[in-house]
């Protein structure tokens, strides 16, 4: 019993340790311009094309439902692994690896070897969201970048466009968020598009849709070909970071089969209405949620390393 509380206590100790070194001030000594570059870059990319505020947002998701927030998703394939680009939920989808790149490389000018990969892409995806209309949040700082990839976690942990309620719920709560969380952080879709591909069988053979909206997008996604074809999360303001997601949902304008499951007589429902009148609540639990995301599973102290180049590990 005495060695157990002990091993107890030591794990709690470690548990502390780690989340510990997290900090909003984690750059403030050693590289104090640091989030302002972040900023400013972001903001020129989203200026030059608002798409890729979903895109950099979108990539911090998946990097972290993938072991962590650890940069892992930015990583080329090697001869020793095959990395999560290619991945079913990422393969000609995933995108914004370039502006990461121009990030990392006025940081490192900046302060060498200091800011990692897995940071960039947080804080990235809090400026995207600001850049587009949304709420701000506190990024946690201190993560480390991971040294190796997982192809297969990737096609495990991301959930797919064509899941139900019952997978959406069970796949966040893996990574330990509640139903509402997963409502909240599905408010991403108020931004950016999706190809043809992730909502064609939605548009020519579901019932919950409004047959206006499934008729304009047919048009632009064929029953066959066209499969990257492009039409926006929320076809009401697919630039802005508003609640229009929701609304969407009410008139069974959801462009995936996994959004409108938020809206389908189930579980979520009355969560969906609640954002769809009230923006603030909305944008205190999304933000709310994106920090908690944040924070799954950072490689922190020694663990990992600061990569220089954020497609290779150091020395490689």
């Given amino acids: 019993m005495a060695s157990s ?4 206590c030591t794990f709690l100790f470690l548990v502390g340790a780690v989340s ?3 900090s909003s001030t984690f750059y403030d000594s050693s590289c104090p311009r640091a989030l302002s570059t972040i900023q400013t870059a972001v903001r020129n ?3 030059n094309e608002l798409r890729m505020g979903a895109s950099l947002l979108r990539l911090h998701f998946h990097d972290c439902f993938v072991n962590g927030c650890d940069g892992s998703i930015l990583l080329d394939d090697t001869s020793t692994f095959t990395g999560e680009k290619t991945a079913g939920p990422n393969a000609n989808s995933v995108r914004g690896f370039d502006v990461i790149d121009t990030i990392k490389s006025q940081v490192e000018t900046l302060c060498p070897g200091v800011v990692s990969c897995a940071d960039i892409v947080a804080v990235a995806a809090r400026d995207s969201v600001v850049a587009l209309g949304g709420s701000s949040w506190t990024v946690q700082l201190g993560r480390r970048d991971a040294t190796t990839a ?3 976690a990737a096609n495990s942990d991301l959930p797919a466009p ?16 509640t139903a509402k969380e997963m409502v909240a952080l599905s408010g991403s879709h108020t931004i950016g598009q999706a190809r043809c591909t992730s909502f064609r069988n939605r548009i020519y053979n579901e019932a919950n849709i409004d047959s206006t909206f499934a008729a304009n997008l047919q048009k632009n996604c064929p029953s066959s070909g066209g499969d ?13 970071f508003d609640n229009a997601y929701y609304t969407n949902l009410l008139s069974e304008k959801g462009l995936l089969h996994s959004d409108q499951q938020l809206f389908n007589n189930g579980s979520t ?3 969906v209405r609640a954002y769809s009148t009230n923006s603030a609540t909305f944008f205190t639990d999304f933000a709310n949620a994106m920090i908690k995301m944040g924070n799954l599973s950072p490689l922190t102290g020694s663990s990992g390393q ?3 180049n954020c497609r290779k590990v150091n020395g490689s």
């Fill in 306 to 308: 600061i990569r220089t």
């Fill in 228 to 240: 990257d074809d492009l039409s926006p999360l929320d076809s009401t303001t697919s630039t802005v």
């Fill in 269 to 271: 429902d009355t969560q």
């Fill in 5 to 8: 509380l002990s091993a107890l």
């Fill in 45 to 47: 990319a989203v200026s």
């Fill in 162 to 177: 064509t899941s139900d309620l019952s997978t959406l719920i069970s796949a966040f709560s893996n990574k330990g968020f």
């Fill in 20 to 22: 510990a070194q997290l």
């Fill in 150 to 152: 997982s192809l297969s």
